[in-house]
Structure formats: structure tokens, C-alpha cells
């Protein structure tokens, strides 16, 4: 076992939770830790972080928003702009949320495009996380 702790500029919404593996979305695709994985540090972009509790076989999920996964010896670190549990998501919002970005994306400007995509992503990482709980 051990460690994965989850926050954000705002809260902890996971702090020295004993986990048996964590699936990050990082920048190049899902990676998954497992006890004793090479210390590494990577960014991750917007997706469904997911967590096995020490004594649950149910899959945990967490809507995140870019930011960065640190892996040491004793856990795992996720430092994300944003961060929601799957039980917290509202998922009529969350699919508001995706049409408008869609909407949006599909009238935007060059210079609008990241900030844009960015919204949509983030939109459907909490309908991904939310459809598992």
C-alpha cells in the first residue's frame, strides 16, 4: 500500500489516503501507479483520476482539470487547478457545461481556441467521473 494525496489552490480533497493503485490522465495518456512505481513527476490534463482504497474494490473517481502528479517512494501527490469527487458532480451541469464549450469552440477565434477547449475538457472529465459513481 500506499499514500495518494489530492489537492488543489482551493482544498485537500484527499490527504495520506491509503490506496492499493492510481490511474492519472497524464499529458500522453492514462498512467497507473502501483506500489513501489519509480519516483517520477508528470503533468496531467484534464480527465478522471481514479483510486483503489486500501480495503475497497470499488474504483474511486475524481474529475480533475490540469496539473501535475509527483510519485515518491511512500505515495502519490496530485496537484490539480481543479478538482471534484465524482459524488459531488452535478451531472446536468456538467453536460450544460459541455454543450456551451462545444458551442463555443465551434465559433471561437484562433486566440480563443485553448481556453475554450480547455472549458470542454474539463466539462467532460466530470460527466466520465461522475458516470462511475
Not at 3 to 24: N, R
Not at 105 to 114: I, N, P, R, S, W
Amino acid at each position: 500500500m500506499f499514500t495518494l494525496t489530492l489537492v488543489t489552490p482551493q482544498k485537500k480533497l484527499l490527504e495520506g489516503a491509503e490506496v492499493k493503485d492510481v490511474f492519472v490522465p497524464a499529458y500522453r495518456g492514462e498512467l497507473q501507479i502501483l506500489p513501489g512505481h519509480a519516483p517520477l513527476v508528470t503533468t496531467l490534463t484534464a480527465g478522471v483520476l481514479k483510486y483503489h482504497l486500501k480495503d475497497s474494490e470499488k474504483l474511486e473517481s475524481v474529475a480533475i482539470s490540469w496539473g501535475y502528479c509527483q510519485v515518491s517512494p511512500t505515495g502519490v501527490t496530485v496537484m490539480a487547478e481543479i478538482a471534484e469527487l465524482a459524488q459531488d458532480i452535478n451531472v446536468v451541469a456538467a453536460q450544460k457545461d459541455r454543450t456551451e464549450a462545444l458551442e463555443a469552440l465551434a465559433k471561437v477565434t484562433y486566440d480563443g481556441f485553448e481556453a475554450e477547449r480547455r472549458k470542454f475538457e474539463q466539462a467532460e472529465a466530470r460527466i466520465n467521473a461522475a458516470k462511475t459513481h
